[in-house]
């Protein structure tokens, strides 16, 4: 249980085209996922929250009108990568919060690698 | 933020070796987990751990909140357990603050 996948899993894209990646929790309801961006041999950086049916939330420095977060579903939430230039090639991933037992932990997507040409 | 410490950054182990993972935090948090990021990328969930001790097969995880630190134990090392672990807590709301990483290289 607890199934969270991303599509695509790659994407190459000229310098000033949009992407569009998908994330969805595959067998439960996620009213909050997340999306994070990883750099070549760093950590996770948190990028946005997503909620359900209301906008979401950015983290100081990310920009809101370049990150486009939508949350359409339960199960659907979609970042779309506007404008792309090579600094924004990194490795994109989602996660889907799920509360069980008392208890909240967030399941991840397998990541999307983006690189801009 | 709250900052979340790893070490060591980088360990390389004879399969079949024992090793101590260490996560430091600097704040009270109401939940650490731990993950593995294999060689793809996929994080793969191992302990919701945000505090006593827990046990899975060759793993186990203590996180010690009033001493502000977890350890995740890895016993009789496999090739397999090659990649990243990250630590992440969460403190208030429920957005998760990664650590530094400890890259794992087990070599047959």
């Known amino acids: 249980g607890a199934v969270v996948s991303q599509h695509p899993s790659w994407v190459i894209c000229k310098s000033g085209t949009s992407v569009k990646i998908e994330c969805r929790s595959l067998d439960f309801q996620a009213t909050t996922m997340f999306w994070y961006r990883q750099f070549p041999k760093q950590s996770l950086m948190l990028m946005a929250t997503?909620?359900?049916?209301?906008?979401?939330?950015?983290e100081q420095g990310v920009e809101k009108d370049k990150f486009l977060i939508n949350h359409a579903s339960l199960t659907l939430s979609t970042l779309t990568v506007t404008s792309a230039h090579p600094e924004d090639s990194s490795f994109y991933i989602c996660?889907?919060?799920?509360?069980?037992?008392?208890?909240?932990?967030?399941?991840f997507g397998p990541g999307t690698r983006l690189t801009v040409t | 933020g709250i900052q979340v410490e790893q070490s060591p950054p980088d360990l390389i182990l004879q399969e079949g070796a024992n090793s101590t993972l260490r996560c430091n935090f600097s704040?009270?948090?109401?939940?650490l987990q731990w993950f593995h990021q294999n060689p793809w990328g996929q994080l793969i969930n191992l302990f919701y751990?945000?505090?006593g001790t827990k046990q899975n097969g060759r793993l186990s995880a203590t996180t010690v909140a009033t001493e502000r630190y977890s350890l995740l134990y890895i016993s009789s090392s496999q090739t397999t357990d090659s990649g990243v672990y990250f630590c992440a807590v969460e403190s208030g709301a429920n957005n998760l603050f990664f650590g530094t990483g400890t890259r794992l290289t087990v070599i047959p």
């Open positions: 751990i945000p505090s």
């Open positions: 997503s909620n359900e049916g209301s906008k979401a939330t950015y």
């Open positions: 996660s889907a919060s799920l509360s069980a037992s008392g208890k909240k932990s967030q399941y």
């Open positions: 704040d009270s948090v109401n939940n």
